[in-house]
């Protein structure tokens, strides 16, 4: 999230001193104004102004214990224009490369307003990434090994897999972070401590506006930035229908949010669309006799009909301190973000035994092992199988580019690996298509064979069965024997299933498992 913005009547920058002096004559751009003299020029308070120097917006200088700022730096702020940033390198191979990326990819004659090379430099990233449908772009710095030393390179992730698009020279790197942090409204004076920032930047010519969530890190080399790329215009298409789960898969969802009560789980790693489900299905109980709580973190996109609470541990704002207050609230259906320790698990069961509706997200590699998972966090096993209605394990799986993708006959030692998969899973694999294909390369795909992605998943509902097994500590293979056998479809054999029918290859299918 954006950090947030606040007046700090009782510090100013480190070290700042307000000393008066007496005023220098003449002004000359050169001449050097004390802070209090600053902050007269600019006729503002000095809250205010500690905020700006706080986001670069303004530029001052050291001296001892005090701090001097440039008369012209101060008239360039008046003037609305950014501060000047020192440059150690030529950024005009960089801007040239992102250019001709940018052409490559069909944007023609993309030209950015922005006065100088680095905020066009910048501008050319973000238009790079929604040219080329990147979740996120990172800028790192790393050894060579080699007599070049040190470099920054530029990559972007398309469809889960990271692409270099460009090297920058490392002594670029101060004014890149330094502006980036100045957008995103975080301290470009802090060098050491790692910082989250938000910046919403509206692509000039598309007038699409992007939400962009920075994250700065002090590595050895030099400042590293992750930009996650997220479009605030994606609300209408979370809707489950959207989402690709196999049919049996979606109506055990559907059943699961029509009850009245109960814990909703979906599970995965980190990048496998847990959050854009959970958005989905909030959207889908989201109506006007329904009251939706979420605690998140971050809020990544704001949804109708939901009250939103970003996570502020340093505020006292934590999963377990909100769901006691929304306890307080009377929701029907209350969305934890994440289940990180024991006590928000305790609140979740008692909020779901309770009447509420809960959707969550655990990390566990398949559904079985997210029941035992809450176990092994130190909840009881009868809690866990009386308040949970529904687990879902999934991953993302790339598609393949239907204008290039050609059939192909996989190794027999993969068909025999997933002949052995869909069995285990549930699947008749006598039953399946065969019709596998392979990736190839075209422009439309940025020559990966690949474009888009989908979802590969298993829903375990907690029937009496499962939920008598997880009392008497059963182990993992019964509690996903006894699943498959009540009519479950496992992730690796949804994963075969997707690869025999085309949508996939057999060897990605088995990547991602």
């Known amino acids: 999230m954006a950090r947030q913005q606040q007046a700090d009547g009782g510090r100013g920058p480190a070290g700042a001193s307000d000393t008066q002096t007496k005023q220098p004559q003449g ?35 050291k001296l001892g214990r005090q701090w001097r700022f440039q008369r012209g730096d101060v008239e360039r702020f008046l003037a609305g224009q950014a501060p000047r940033i020192e440059l150690r390198a030529d950024p005009a191979p960089l801007v040239a490369a ?65 692409h270099p698009v460009a090297r920058i020279d490392i002594r670029l790197l101060p004014a890149i972070d330094e502006r980036f942090k100045g957008l995103a409204a975080c301290d470009v004076r802090e060098r050491v401590r790692p910082q989250d920032g938000r910046i919403l930047a509206r692509v000039a010519d598309t007038g699409r506006l992007m939400d962009l969530r920075v994250c700065f890190v002090s590595a050895l080399l030099g400042p590293s930035l992750t930009v996650r790329v997220l479009d605030p215009d994606v609300v209408h298409l979370l809707n489950l229908d959207r989402i690709g789960y196999a049919q049996r898969d979606k109506e055990k969802l559907l059943r699961a949010l029509r009850a009245p009560w109960g814990t909703v789980i979906i599970s995965g790693p980190t990048g496998c669309g847990k959050t854009t489900v959970i958005y ?112 879902i394990a999934q991953r993302l799986i790339r598609k393949l580019c239907p204008e290039c993708s050609v059939e192909a006959q996989p190794p027999a030692s993969q068909l025999e690996q997933a002949a052995g998969l869909a069995s285990a899973g549930g699947l008749d694999w006598a039953a399946l298509p065969r019709a596998f294909r392979a990736p190839r390369g075209c422009p439309k795909c940025h020559q990966t064979g690949f474009r888009g992605r989908g979802v590969i998943a298993e829903a375990l509902e907690v029937t009496p069965e499962i939920g008598a097994a997880l009392r008497r500590a059963a182990a993992l293979d019964e509690l996903r024997a006894i699943a498959v056998g009540q009519g479950m479809t496992s992730l690796a054999a949804d994963g075969v299933r997707r690869a025999a029918e085309g949508l996939t290859s057999l060897e990605e299918a088995l990547r991602v498992l």
């Open 280 to 391: 989905a299905c909030l959207n889908h109980l989201a109506t006007p006799d329904r009251k939706l709580m979420s605690i998140e973190d971050p809020v990544e996109v704001l949804l109708p009909g939901v009250v939103q609470v970003p996570l502020r541990p340093h505020e006292g704002v934590t999963f377990p301190t909100a769901l006691r207050a929304f306890l307080r609230s009377a929701p029907n259906v209350i969305h934890v973000g994440e289940i990180r320790d024991l006590e928000t698990l305790q609140i979740v069961h008692q909020a779901a035994l309770t009447g509420h509706l809960l959707l969550t997200t655990l990390h566990a590699d398949e559904a079985a092992r997210a029941l035992k998972r809450m176990v092994e966090i130190g909840s009881d096993p009868f809690l866990v199988a009386d308040s949970t209605k529904l687990i």
């Open 98 to 162: 992102l250019a001709q990326r940018l052409e490559g990819l069909g944007v023609k004659g993309y030209a950015s307003d922005e006065p100088d090379a680095i905020a066009r430099a910048i501008a050319l990233m973000v238009r790079l990434a929604v040219a080329m449908q990147a979740s996120d772009f990172h800028i790192e710095p790393y050894t060579t090994g080699g007599p070049e030393g040190a470099i920054a390179v530029l990559r972007y992730r398309v469809d889960g897999v990271l």
């Open 27 to 61: 002004h000359a751009a050169g001449q050097l104004l004390t802070m209090r003299q600053a902050i007269e020029l600019l006729k503002t308070s000095r809250p205010t102004f500690y905020r700006w120097v706080r986001e670069g917006r303004l530029v001052g200088t």
